[in-house]
């Protein structure tokens, strides 16, 4: 259904976060101590790596992955992208709300 395709938008988008706040804390970093230290499987991480990377938010070095200037400053205004999806959840909530009055 449409629902479980949005909620694993979500929790891919709230993983790939997940990662880049690691490499950015803990950086250089690589895929094993990443899957330690978030408790997602490597598989999972190392999806995500390649996704941060193909966005130009980490790049891999000889000892991990790091994190670019683009990446630090995407985590830094992290809830400025957020807002506006919560924004658009409150606005559904409001449409499927069966007691809305038109």
Do not use: C, W
């Not at 490597?42 to 683009?70: C, D, F, M, N, W």
């Amino acid at each position: 259904m449409l629902n479980e395709r949005v909620r694993a938008e979500i929790e891919m988008f709230k993983r790939h976060i997940i990662v880049l706040r690691a490499v950015i804390e803990e950086g250089p970093i690589g895929i094993l101590r990443l899957s330690e230290i978030t408790s997602l499987p490597t598989h999972k991480v190392r999806y995500s790596l390649r996704i941060l990377e193909r966005e130009h938010l980490i790049v891999p070095s000889p000892q991990g992955a790091v994190p670019t200037g683009r990446g630090i400053r995407v985590m830094e205004k992290i809830e400025d992208e957020i807002r506006p999806i919560e924004e658009k959840l409150t606005e559904l909530k409001r449409y499927a709300d069966p007691n809305r009055a038109d």
